[in-house]
C-alpha cells in the first residue's frame, strides 16, 4: 500500500512537471514564433528583414531567448511522458521519448541559424548593410525553419505515438486521444508538404486551415489534463 501511495505520488509530480513544461512551451511558441518571427521576418525580401532585426535587437534576442525555453521543455516533456506512460505500454513510450529528443535535436541546430543572425546583425549597422550580408541573413533564417519543418515531421509522429499510447488508458478522456492523433496526422502532412512540396501553397494553407485546431488543442488538451488531473489516479493499461 505504501509502495503504491508513492507511485502514485511519484506520477503526480510527473504529470505535473509535464503539464507546467507543455504549458510554458506553448506560451514561448506563440510569443517567439507567433509573435516576433512574424513581426520580423518578410518572406522574400531580405533588406526589409535585416532591418527589422537590427531595429528590434532586443525583440529578437528575446525571441531566440525563447526558443531556448521550449527546446529544455521539450527534452523535459519527453522524459516526463515516458515517466507517465510507460505502465501502459513502455516500449511505445520510449519510443515516443526518443522521437521527442530528435525533434529537439533538431530545432537545437535550427536555433544555431538565429544565433548566426545575431552575429551578423550585431556587426553591421544600418548603413553598412550589403546585398551579399543581408541575403546570407535570410539563408540562415530559410535554414531555421527548413530545419525545424523537417524536426516538426518526427514530432508528428511522436505526437501519433503518444495518442494511440494514451487511446489505451481509461482514465485518459478518449478525445484528448483523438486529438494528438489528429495533430499528429496534421503535423506530418503539412511539414512533409513544406519539406518536398513547397510549390504547393494552396494545399499547405488548406492542410493549415484543416488541422490547427487540432495541433493546437491535442497537446495542449493533453498538458492541461496533465495538470489538473495527471497522476491522481493509478493509471494502467
Known sequence: MITERKQQKDQRKTALTAGISLIMMTLA????YGFVHAS???QGDASSTFHNIISSSSLFKAEIF???IILLCDIVVAWAFYIFLKPIHQSLSLLAAW??????AMLGIAILNLLFVLLLSNSMDQLSL???LQAQALLYLGAFESMWSIGLIIFGGHLLIIGCITFKADIIPKIISILLVIAGIGYVLIHLCNVFLPQFDGIITT???IFTVPMIAGELGFGLWMLFKGGKAPITD
Open 99 to 104: 522521437f521527442r529528443l530528435i525533434y529537439a
Open 207 to 209: 492542410l493549415k486551415f
Open 40 to 42: 520580423l521576418v518578410v
Open 130 to 132: 550589403s546585398d551579399q
Open 29 to 32: 511558441s506563440f510569443f517567439s
Open 66 to 68: 525563447g526558443w531556448v
